[in-house]
């Protein structure tokens, strides 16, 4: 399948005593299917997939199949240090009903190109489905250049949509498609969507992300696709305060959990330790900003 449009990161809501919130799950599945993004992935980082159990893992990608009910694709994050347990998970989300794995290459010392094309091209030839690469170097502490990026969809076909996560963006998306000629690579940008507008320009196919107000993402891609980049634009800076206020390294979950508890979605923005959670100035701090974005930008749909 081709991977275009707006897919978002579903985080993983907790109750107070640390236990999954199903019903409030369900609820964030809603609010993002609602929205009319292209897609939904589970158990990213924003998911917290790290402070996840196994069980819990399986518990949350089918929560969210479920939810879903084929309405829409889901992608689940299947990373792990080891070709053989990445593939273990990554067969598990299919026989789940997964469209697609999203995966980091492993991480392991002294880590080189080789073992990251046949990490990929091991995965490849066990799956039926798409896998997504996952660039992002905090995670697995290796950084893909283009060119092996490049190689990596050149040789392993179901490999072809890339999630890029290490700056500067728009430039590696340039560059990426510059050595992916003759034949089709989707790149889907991340890091809040920070960086939409910019990487649209150089080539994305969208965002792979998890903004709290998804229809922010939806509204810039469609206007961008439909030609109308000046109103693309247009909406995606007004919509700039809350993304960058959102993306604040170390508190950045905790903050999208908030805003979500505001929409409804959300029962507790509970984050798990040693994740941490908002201090009364930070919260009071985002109730300015959502209040500005509403009665200055004209946001109607922001919650305050």
């Known amino acids: 399948m081709k991977f275009r449009g707006v897919y978002s990161v579903l985080p993983t809501p907790f109750r107070g005593d640390g236990s999954i919130d199903i019903p409030s799950l369900e609820r964030v599945v809603d609010l993002y299917a609602g929205a009319g993004v292209n897609g939904l992935t589970a158990l990213g980082v924003t998911s917290e997939v790290a402070r996840l159990e196994e069980g819990e893992r399986h518990q949350v990608l089918e929560t969210v199949i479920r939810r879903v009910g084929g309405k829409l694709p889901v992608v689940a994050g299947t990373s792990a240090d080891g070709s053989m347990v990445c593939i273990q998970n990554s067969l598990r989300a299919q026989a789940a009903g997964a469209a697609a794995v999203m995966v980091s290459p492993p991480r392991m010392p002294k880590l080189n190109s080789e073992a990251v094309v046949n990490h990929y091209a091991s ?134 959990k908030e805003v979500l508890r505001r929409r409804g979605a959300i029962a507790e923005a509970v984050i798990r330790a040693p994740g941490v959670s908002l201090d009364a100035r930070t919260s009071d701090a985002l109730d300015h900003l959502l209040h500005w974005m509403r009665e200055k930008q004209g946001v109607e749909w922001i919650s305050v």
Do not use: H, W
Request: aromatic share 8%; proline share 7%.
């Open 123 to 256: 995965l490849g030839a066990t799956l039926d489905i798409d896998i997504v690469v996952q660039d992002y170097p905090p995670q697995s502490g290796y950084t893909m250049e283009p060119a092996l990026l490049a190689r990596i969809a050149r040789e392993v076909p179901k490999a072809r949509t890339i999630k890029l996560e290490d700056p500067p963006t728009p430039l590696k998306t340039s560059r990426i498609l510059e050595a992916c000629k003759g034949y089709e690579v989707n790149i889907l940008g991340g890091l809040g969507g920070v960086y939409l507008i910019e990487e649209l320009l150089a080539g994305a196919a969208g965002a792979m992300t998890g903004f709290a107000y998804p229809e922010m993402l939806v509204e810039v891609v469609k206007l961008y696709n439909a030609g109308d980049v000046n109103r693309a634009a247009d909406a995606f800076y007004r919509y700039v305060p809350l993304m960058r206020f959102e993306f604040q390294q170390g508190i950045g979950m905790a903050l999208r």
